[in-house]
């Protein structure tokens, strides 16, 4: 008789101890929330950097464009091209130019709308990014950090 109850006692013991005390739980939670916290700003970091760094990319070859639509059509340095003038010297044309575009610009336009997202500017001048930002978007080719068109 003893020992039934003793087995029985067992039984519940073991029953219980295949759970989670909510206690368990809510350390589990916090350090999950933990590490999201310590992890997502990193990760908004990197796809800033990594935004800039094609917008960057996207200025030097406009510049370079720039600087080869001078040369073949004889232009000064005050005359601009326009955005279609420049398209076969970054080796795009027509709607195909799309992808040369500032990342935080809406796709679809030819050369990524650069006559208003980034303004491409006479030949001496630097090309530069309208979303400029100094901290968030700090993409420019001018070597103070400045963006003046
Ligand atoms: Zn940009």
């Not at 029985?8 to 219980?16: F, L």
């Not at 639509?69 to 955005?83: I, L, Q």
């Not at 336009?109 to 090309?127: F, K, S």
Request: proline share 6%.
């Amino acid at each position: 008789m003893e020992s039934k109850k003793t087995n029985k006692m067992k039984t519940n013991k073991q029953i219980r101890k295949a759970g989670f005390t909510l206690v368990e739980i809510m350390i589990v939670v916090a350090i999950i929330g933990l590490l999201a916290a310590i992890a997502i700003p990193n990760f908004v970091k990197a796809r800033q950097t990594s935004q800039t760094n094609a917008c960057i990319n996207n200025l030097r070859q406009i510049d370079s464009a720039k600087q080869q639509w001078a040369m073949e059509n004889g232009a000064v340095g005050g005359s601009t091209p326009t955005s279609d003038q420049l398209l076969v010297y970054v080796g795009k044309s027509g709607l195909a130019g799309s992808d040369v575009c500032c990342p935080l610009s809406p796709k679809g336009t030819p050369m990524g709308g650069y006559g208003t997202p980034i303004d491409i500017g006479a030949v001496t001048n630097l090309p530069w990014c309208s979303n400029y930002d100094a901290n968030t978007h700090r993409a420019t080719l001018n070597p103070t950090g400045l963006n003046t068109p």
